[in-house]
């Protein structure tokens, strides 16, 4: 079966320091990835999204980037982070465009 | 857009009522979705509908579509406190995308 990680669960960073989030796919292969930021009780905003290595979609510009450096793994960064920066962060999969997502457990990213 | 819109944004009833949830979208789809978002986790699909159906139930799920008015319904029947959720409707167009939630409280 097929399952998605996401770590850390919980981050809390400083103004101006780095980000790093990972998000890694089990049990499947060339899935759609895709990254999303929610507000608290808030819908879903798209980031990113990746149909294969090396291929990132933008949906909003931002002080975000994603990098898809293997076909299971996709990672969400920044070289400096800003208090708008905080949010729920969300990495899901699926087999194809339109296709049912599959959701990771999500990280919870508060920048100070 | 083809953004689904969930109404009502929020809903509090009492365990063994039903609750209501509805959707609205405006192009043409292929499918629609729904999703159950527990606070402070990821979303868990809950149920697809295909645009040639017009109601499929899963479990207490009970859920309609209406291609003419381009709306969508979630019916949660004989309602638990463990329904307590956001619920999203998701909508296929060049890619899946999400409604801004309805949050359910069902109090014991």
């Known amino acids: 079966s097929q399952t998605i990680h996401q770590w850390p669960a919980t981050l809390v960073q400083p103004v101006g320091s780095p980000l790093s989030l990972e998000c890694t796919v089990e049990g499947t292969s060339n899935p759609n990835l895709y990254w999303y930021r929610q507000a608290a009780g808030r819908g879903l905003q798209l980031l990113f999204y990746s149909v294969g290595i090396g291929q990132i979609s933008s949906e909003v510009p931002q002080n975000l980037s994603a990098s898809r450096p293997q076909d299971r793994q996709f990672i969400l960064s920044s070289k400096k982070l800003l208090l708008s920066d905080s949010g729920f962060y969300l990495c899901a999969w699926s087999r194809g465009r339109t296709d049912t997502q599959y959701f990771g457990p999500g990280t919870r990213l508060t920048v100070l | 857009s083809q953004q689904g819109e969930e109404d009502p944004q929020a809903l509090s009833i009492q365990e063994g009522e039903n609750a209501t949830m509805n959707c609205s979208y405006k192009?043409?789809?292929?499918?629609l979705q729904w999703y159950r978002q527990n606070s402070g986790r990821g979303l868990v699909h809950l149920i697809l509908i295909r645009s040639n159906e017009r109601e499929k139930h899963s479990g207490r799920l009970r859920v309609t579509l209406d291609t003419s008015k381009k709306s969508s319904s979630l019916l949660i029947t004989a309602s638990r406190a463990a329904d307590t959720a956001s619920y999203f409707c998701?909508?296929?167009?060049?890619?899946?995308?999400f409604g801004e939630g309805t949050q359910l409280t069902v109090n014991p």
């Open positions: 998701a909508t296929d167009g060049s890619r899946l995308t």
């Open positions: 192009t043409s789809i292929n499918n």
